[in-house]
């Protein structure tokens, strides 16, 4: 582990190509479950590589606790859930003609409304701390499990997160319960 990090920081281009190739595959296989085309993965791919690298070189890998390919498989993970978000929210209307002839049309472009409740948990969530909002994002919003949020975030084991996790909500709860 310690050489792949060696290498992804100041390696030669042949060092840099054989760590490339040696997850690039297993990588594929992986995310291919995400429904994505080969095309897409590919890049997600070399898109996650990059980031990888520019991790070890500002030293954000010097103390991680998990393997380099886990962390590579991690940034790809984020990588596509991205662009499945992208995919869904992005959708072509030009030949819909049911769209077009619609009076909805202005709801489209119109700030959702938010509940009471929505504002209040999205005014205390910006409350809590930075590793608080991470792990409930990840675990709310990104639909990672216990383990993976401790595997990919260096917590010793499922059990931190467990408890991390109840505790920001417990704090949470208390911020939305505490009158203003």
């Keep these: 582990m310690k050489e792949d ?14 760590i490339y190739t040696a997850y ?9 479950k995400y429904g994505l085309d080969d095309d897409s993965l590919i890049d997600v791919y070399q898109d996650a590589f990059i980031a990888l690298r520019e991790h070890a070189i ?4 010097d103390h991680i606790k998990s393997s380099v390919k886990t ?7 984020y ?13 072509s209307y030009e030949n819909n003609k049911d769209f077009l002839n ?8 119109e700030e959702p409304k938010l509940t009471t409740e929505q504002r209040l948990l999205r005014k205390h969530f910006k409350q809590l701390g930075k590793r ?8 709310y919003y990104r639909g990672l499990t216990i383990e993976e949020i401790a595997e990919n975030q260096g917590y010793e084991n499922k059990n931190v997160v467990k408890s991390q996790k109840s505790r920001c909500l ?5 911020f939305i319960k505490t009158p203003i």
């Design 24 to 32: 690039r595959s297993s990588f594929l296989q992986y995310a291919k």
């Design 71 to 77: 962390y590579l498989f991690s940034i790809g993970k």
């Design 79 to 91: 990588k596509i859930y991205d662009l499945l978000k992208k995919q869904k929210t992005t959708l």
């Design 132 to 139: 608080c909002q991470e792990v409930l994002t990840l675990f």
């Design 170 to 174: 417990k704090s949470l709860k208390e």
């Design 58 to 61: 500002n030293g954000k890998l």
């Design 102 to 109: 619609s009076s909805e049309l202005i709801d489209v472009f």
């Design 5 to 18: 990090l060696l290498i992804l920081k100041k390696g030669p281009n042949q060092a840099l190509e054989k």
